[in-house]
């Protein structure tokens, strides 16, 4: 179990980086986002789940805290209980613009879930396109669950 778990982590993080255009690749990194992600139930072609996201600067500064949604489309079957999500966050430049996260991203999702599972999801958007999450780590949940297809994330700063 443990090493089909393992390959599939190690498959969907490849088809996860190439899924960000060569443009986002070429981005500087300047940090890493993680998000605590609500429980949730995949409803055949669409679902959403809540997330509470910090970032992290790579060089210092202040943390910043959004809440948002993240919701795929395509296959999702089943349900998850909560799960942790990160992504190393690459920009044009290292300056970044308070809460310039904040804004909506697309992109290609897997995740597949059988008691422990794993999934990644690499994304881009931000503020006028210019930000790019790439899988910093796989997500972790627990459930029974299998979702391939799009995925969006939509960032607010919290309040």
């Known amino acids: 179990m443990k090493r089909h778990l393992a390959s599939l982590a190690g498959a969907t993080l490849l088809l996860s980086g190439l899924a960000l255009p060569a443009s ?10 993680s998000c605590d992600v609500s429980a949730g139930i995949g409803l055949i072609v669409t679902s959403q789940r809540g997330v509470a996201c910090q970032f992290r600067p790579d060089r ?12 795929r489309y395509g296959l999702d079957l089943g349900v998850t209980g909560r799960g942790v999500l990160a992504w190393t966050v690459f920009a044009p430049t290292r300056r970044l613009s308070p809460y310039q996260l904040a804004g909506t991203y697309a992109g290609a999702g897997a995740q597949a879930t059988l008691g422990v599972g794993v999934g990644a999801n690499a994304l881009v958007g931000g503020s006028r396109d210019t930000v790019a999450l790439q899988p910093f780590s796989v997500q972790a ?10 995925a969006s994330l939509q ?5």
């Open 141 to 150: 949940q627990t459930g029974l669950n299998l979702a391939l297809g799009g």
């Open 24 to 33: 986002a690749q070429e981005r500087i990194r300047v940090g890493v986002l």
């Open 155 to 159: 960032l607010a700063r919290a309040r």
């Open 60 to 71: 210092g500064g202040r943390r910043e805290v959004y809440v948002g949604r993240i919701g």
